[in-house]
């Protein structure tokens, strides 16, 4: 199959292009101008900012994909902008979808698999959730609520849901029926490249005793390693099923089971215990409710509809070991 990967430099969309080519796919990749000398080994590659729609439109059109596959986030700012790399990732998320599914379909793809999370659910009802649970767009944190919203919004693009009253089924500018969508939700992915890296911000926060635990620490987190993250998007890609899917590990797990056991694995200090009403302050608002409230994902769906199952069923096998 003709396939496109966007983010075809990143952590996920990278190994992505080696696996669809073992597979005997014939593989584009599409990359930016700045970062076109770090393209890899694909079959062709074509340049554009997604940000820029006609540059969008040209460089799929060129290739005639098949199938079109979104790994594009700015989170590679985090580090350094944290704002920035939240407001860039919202603006691919809602303009940057928009013009990719408007782009496939110009180009007569028949698929579009695309990245999303699976730890965007409002924090109700039991310790782990299947995709029917809300999304959590009225988080009292800002920041967060824009991020889910805009990750709402990428899931509305790519399976064709309906837009804003009078929009047509696919938002402004929809002509004629779209790619099938298909949504993968990943855990908190480890593995290389990733935040959870030994060289990884979270890493190295914790090897400098910086991520306490707030008391109790009953937030729960569905991890994914990359490998598996890869997988995923592989059987989304030659399956004919559409839909959203939680793509996460079997082993959903609170916090104050994987923090001491990954603190441990880095060979770094054991996490301090701080009281759970000052971690907001003390960690930013999204970590404290990721230590303290958040819920994990089941992947039951991903597993029987795409025939997945992760490589690596626990976090135990691996987070922090790389
Ligand atoms: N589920 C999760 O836990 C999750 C999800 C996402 C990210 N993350 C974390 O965030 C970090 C980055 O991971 P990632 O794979 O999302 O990001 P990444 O490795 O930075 O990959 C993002 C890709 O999007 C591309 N891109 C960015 N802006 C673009 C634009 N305007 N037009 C076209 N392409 C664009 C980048 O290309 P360039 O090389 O040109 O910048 C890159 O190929 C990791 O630490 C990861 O752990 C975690």
């Known amino acids: 199959m003709r396939v496109l990967v966007t983010g075809a430099t990143g952590v996920v969309g990278r190994p992505l292009v080696g696996a669809l080519r073992a597979r005997g796919h014939q593989v584009s990749a599409l990359v930016r101008e700045e970062s076109r000398a ?10 554009a900012d997604a940000l820029d729609r006609q540059g969008l439109l040209s460089a799929v059109a060129a290739v005639r994909p098949e199938a079109v596959v979104h790994q594009m986030t700015a989170l590679r700012l985090l580090r350094d902008d944290p704002a920035a790399a939240f407001a860039r990732t919202a603006r691919l998320r809602a303009e940057g979808t928009a013009g990719l599914v408007e782009a496939a379909r110009e180009a007569g793809a028949r698929r579009l698999v695309a990245q999303s999370i699976a730890f965007a659910a409002a924090p109700a009802g039991g310790p782990v959730l299947d ?17 889910v919203r805009a990750v709402a919004e990428l899931e509305r693009l790519v399976l064709g849901g309906p837009g804003p009253a009078g929009a047509g089924p696919a938002g402004p500018g929809s002509a004629g029926p779209g790619p099938e969508g298909v949504v993968l939700r990943y855990g908190t992915l ?7 890296a030994r060289t990884g911000a979270t890493g190295q926060a914790v090897l400098a005793g910086r991520l306490p635990l707030p008391e109790g620490a009953a937030g729960i987190t569905s991890f994914l390693h990359v490998e598996d993250a890869v997988g995923a998007a592989v059987a989304a890609v030659e399956s004919e099923t559409t839909g959203v899917f939680h793509v996460t590990d079997d082993e959903p797990a609170p916090a104050a089971q994987w923090l001491p056991h990954y603190a441990r694995t880095l060979g770094g200090p054991a996490p301090r215990t701080v009281p759970a009403a000052l971690a907001p302050r003390l960690l930013g608002w999204f970590v404290a409710h990721q230590l303290t409230a958040a819920r994990g994902a089941a992947n039951g769906r991903a597993r029987t509809a795409l025939g997945w199952r992760p490589g690596r069923p626990s976090w135990r096998d691996g987070l922090g070991a790389e």
């Open 131 to 147: 995709e029917e649970a809300p999304l959590y767009v009225d988080a009292p944190d800002p920041g967060w609520a824009a991020t």
């Open 190 to 196: 480890y593995g290389p490249g990733t935040a959870y």
């Open 38 to 47: 770090k393209a890899p080994d694909a079959d062709a590659v074509v340049v």
